[in-house]
């Protein structure tokens, strides 16, 4: 039953997937190859287009360039070494995905430097500690700081109804 | 002139033939109207300046009426623009490089702000609109902070006005007058696409009035609870309009571009996206401020920040710095006048936050399991993701300035960097929710969740086991989704079940105790909601959609999963402005006929260029997807490229955000929220 159920799933979210410029023509015979093959497309621009990547575009040089990456994956050539010798052709601008070089560190490291600001900011914050219950305050056990602020509160208040 | 002076008495003649005469003068009056906005607005900046000073204390009052009339005359100015489209006035240059006789009523009047300058104006006219608005709305606002945003609103509106009138006025006129038009990019052409940027420009601009209240606030030096209420309401508006005008703008994309993508992470989306996360951030943490008197510098630092990002993505789009489809004005110096714009106006608002930001008093303390602490958490977290994004949008552009080499930021940058950032978002938002104010208890929280946690995961499960077949990679991906998705979803509904006591109380009860939540409330848990929903329908669309493409004779047929299209006719029909061939498409299962389908492949011969019109079959949750490609010649005759997508869930992608959009509209209805509640109140 799970099993009827899944493969009924599987044909409602359809199991395959091919990108959108790439003719029939072109899959690779071997499940794994196309994969590989499909994910670097995924990765590489098409050059003449615009902002297009090669398993998107229809031009032309997209197609050589896809039949390209399939000759590189059928000689055994990994994934990287397909990379550096789109790099070496087209220069840097042909991956989607900017390679790690001194120039690009500030790219590729900077969301994680803001990370890590903001969460020491974060953990640096003035904190409410203590073990005491919130619920048995009264206002006589207030902080001269808690003090104050209730009362900023309070002139807020009549600010609000003006 | 004399002969037709009976149009400047506001009666437009419309007579076909008259070539110049159509409007003889409302391009000059347009033009006068704009002139007069720009010196109403510099008018205005003087006189809250002057009102700074003893001497002239009061007069900054009179700024008000100021404002309207300024609203007033750009309005004028932009009903001239649109007369000159609606009677295809070619002596406007303008209207004759955008326009054609032609063009249906719809593209004649998105025409208006479907070039540089015209949209230049849509965004002066919503500028000044605003502005009117903080007049009308913001009576309840004290006179001083009153005074002081509509000055800073004022001092935008002389920029950008100035800069129209200047640089790029939309009712220039030409000479010799061309007999027809050049007509609109017919890629523009297109319903989704006449309302996305005023949709857009509604948001972008929206936010100049959170810079003002913001650079208003630091001038006072009073920056309180009562300012963050006051600010919300406008930063929810321009966020609604945001959301909607993305959303749409995605749409266009989807269908109009041809292959079924719906976000490209293109230099140009990323400059809407970047100022929609900020106001994101801001919405949040505008929340805390308002509740819990914290978080003041960085509330007031992402108010400042929204609108400079709105108007980085106007300097970027406009100036021909990007080439996309969006960037009509390839012209440097304009580009520079913008930029110019752009760094006095965030330069000031920042040096002024630089100087009083350290005299803001944090407000109130809260312990690190808190409904705060969790919203800062959330807002680090967006925080890193805009920054992503402005680096992805930035770096290239810089980099090429800089040492001339040209990289590429796309896709696989944006899931290495933006898509964590979220995801953890999304980890946390059911939480925050749920916690306590000021101290929570992650245990009882956690029991509350415990349920909705292990239904996401089971989701999860099944997302990966269906995909067995595929790479890890992409069953990760799948399972990721679908987890972060059911459990934003089932967290919402949590909240929801929590706050009207369901299943514990009498359903009469659970009703009376939904009805009383806030709408504040109700609108949080549907945006949530289609937060959730977009990110199933996004993660299941890219992951599993299937693709078939071939050329074929009439007659013959594809075969796309489990269904069979079949090329029936290909007919000469004739538009309005174009001629097309259009497909006859069937679509079969193995229970019949699906559905037919009618791509069409449109030659418009005013520009010269081709486009291809997608036909879409709509299925309650996904979409077939139809387009006619070049037409090919072989031994066995006239071919066709067909192209045939199956794009599974994607009517959650836009249903989603429309859910947002949606919460957000209902939170401002909120009676708590509403400007000027309080005096009218106090009048009855």
Redesign the interface.
């Known amino acids: 039953m799970t099993r009827r159920l899944l493969i009924l799933l599987a044909l409602l979210f359809g199991l395959t997937q091919v990108a959108a410029a790439v003719l029939p023509s072109e899959i690779m015979a071997d499940p794994d190859q196309e994969a590989r093959a499909h994910r670097l497309y995924r990765e590489v621009r098409c050059v003449v287009c615009q902002n297009e990547n090669i398993a998107a575009s229809s031009a032309d040089i997209a197609a050589d360039m896809r039949r390209d990456i399939r000759l590189h994956i059928r000689d055994g050539l990994s994934d990287g070494d397909i990379r550096e010798i789109l790099r070496n052709r087209y220069g840097d601008y042909v991956l989607f995905r900017p390679a790690l070089t001194p120039a690009t560190l500030a790219l590729w490291f900077l969301p994680v430097v803001v990370l890590i600001i903001g969460g020491v900011i974060f953990i640096r914050l003035p904190r409410k500690t203590g073990i005491t219950a919130p619920d048995d305050l009264s206002p006589e056990e207030l902080s001269p700081e808690e003090l104050a602020r209730l009362e900023a509160l309070l002139t807020d208040d009549t600010n609000r109804s003006s | 002139m004399a002969a037709r002076s009976d149009t400047a008495k506001g009666r437009p003649a419309t007579v076909r033939g008259e070539r110049i005469g159509g409007g003889a003068m409302m391009a000059e009056l347009g033009t006068f109207a704009l002139g007069l906005a720009f010196v109403l607005c510099v008018a205005q900046v003087l006189l809250v300046l002057a009102g700074q000073l003893r001497a002239f204390r009061g007069v900054e009052r009179l700024s008000e009426g100021l404002s309207l009339s300024a609203a007033l005359a750009v309005s004028l100015s932009f009903a001239a623009l649109l007369h000159a489209f609606l009677t295809s006035d070619f002596s406007v240059a303008n209207v004759a490089h955008n326009s054609h006789t032609l063009k249906p009523l719809l593209y004649k009047i998105s025409g208006a702000w479907g070039s540089h300058e015209g949209s230049m104006l849509l965004w002066c006219l919503i500028l000044l609109c605003y502005g009117a608005l903080i007049v009308l709305f913001g009576r309840?606002l004290?006179d001083s902070l009153r005074h002081k945003v509509l000055g800073v609103q004022a001092l935008l509106g002389a920029m950008f006005t100035g800069f129209t009138l200047f640089s790029s006025n939309p009712l220039a006129r030409l000479d010799p007058v061309p007999f027809e038009g050049n007509s609109l990019n017919p890629m523009l052409q297109d319903p989704a696409l006449a309302f996305h940027p005023p949709l857009l420009y509604l948001g972008y601009v929206g936010m100049s009035v959170v810079f003002s209240f913001a650079v208003a606030a630091l001038i006072d030096g009073r920056l309180?609870?009562?300012w963050a209420?006051w600010v919300r309401p406008w930063t929810l508006a321009a966020w609604v309009f945001l959301t909607l005008g993305i959303a749409l703008g995605s749409f266009w994309a989807y269908y109009e571009l041809g292959?079924?993508?719906w976000w490209?992470w293109?230099?140009v989306e990323n400059a809407s996206f970047m100022p929609w996360l900020a106001a994101t951030a801001l919405l949040h943490s505008a929340i805390v401020m308002e509740k819990r008197?914290a978080l003041k510098a960085w509330t007031v630092f992402l108010a400042l920040l929204a609108f400079t990002f709105s108007m980085m993505g106007a300097f970027l789009v406009r100036s021909g710095v990007l080439?996309?489809v969006h960037a009509f004005a390839v012209d440097p110096q304009r580009g520079i006048l913008l930029l110019i714009i752009l760094f006095v106006t965030a330069g000031a608002g920042f040096t002024l936050y630089g100087l009083r930001a350290g005299s803001l008093s944090?407000?109130?303390?809260?312990?690190?399991i808190s409904r705060e602490?969790a919203l800062?958490?959330n807002n680090?977290?967006i925080?890193?993701?805009l920054?992503?994004v402005c680096?992805?949008t930035l770096?290239p552009l810089l980099?090429e300035a800089m040492?001339g080499?040209?990289?590429?930021?796309?896709?696989?940058?944006y899931l290495?960097?933006f898509v964590p950032?979220m995801g953890v978002a999304m980890l946390l938002l059911p939480f925050a929710g749920l916690l306590a104010w000021?101290?929570g208890t992650l245990g009882v929280v956690w029991k509350q969740l415990v349920l909705a946690a292990a239904l996401s995961v089971l989701l999860a499960a099944?997302g990966v086991?269906?995909?067995h077949?595929?790479?890890g990679?992409?069953g990760l991906s799948l399972g990721t989704g679908f987890l972060l998705g059911g459990w934003v979803i089932l967290g919402s509904l949590r909240l929801l079940i929590e706050r009207t006591q369901m299943f514990r109380v009498p359903a009469a009860e659970v009703w009376r105790r939904f009805r009383s939540l806030p709408l504040a409330t109700h609108g949080m848990i549907l945006a949530h909601i289609g937060l959730g929903l977009f990110v199933l329908g996004a993660v299941?669309e890219t992951?599993?959609?299937?693709?078939?493409?071939?050329n074929i004779a009439v007659g013959q047929a594809l075969t796309l999963?489990?269904y069979r299209v079949e090329l029936k006719a290909v007919d000469q029909v004739e538009g309005p402005n174009y001629d097309a061939d259009r497909a006859q498409i069937t679509v079969r299962s193995a229970r019949g006929v699906v559905c037919e389908a009618r791509p069409e492949r449109r030659f418009y011969a005013a520009s010269g260029s081709v486009t291809t019109e997608v036909a879409l079959c709509f299925k309650p949750l996904s979409d077939l997807y139809f387009v006619l490609?070049e037409p090919a010649l072989s031994e066995k005759g006239q071919l066709w490229q067909v192209?045939a997508?199956?794009n599974?869930?994607a009517r959650l992608i836009f249903f989603g955000p429309l859910l947002m959009a949606l919460g957000g509209l209902l939170s401002l209805c909120d009676r708590r929220l509403r400007l000027g509640v309080?005096a009218k109140g106090?009048k009855a």
């Open positions: 309840s004290p309180d609870r009562s209420r292959w079924g993508g490209f293109d230099p008197d080439t996309s944090s407000g109130g303390v809260f312990a690190s602490a800062v958490l680090l977290l925080f890193v993701a920054t992503s680096l992805g770096y980099m040492t080499k040209a990289i590429s930021v796309g896709e696989p940058y290495l960097s950032a000021k101290r099944i086991a269906l995909t077949d595929l790479t990679l992409k299941v992951n599993t959609r299937l693709s078939s493409v071939d999963g489990a490609g192209r997508l199956y599974p869930w309080a106090k």
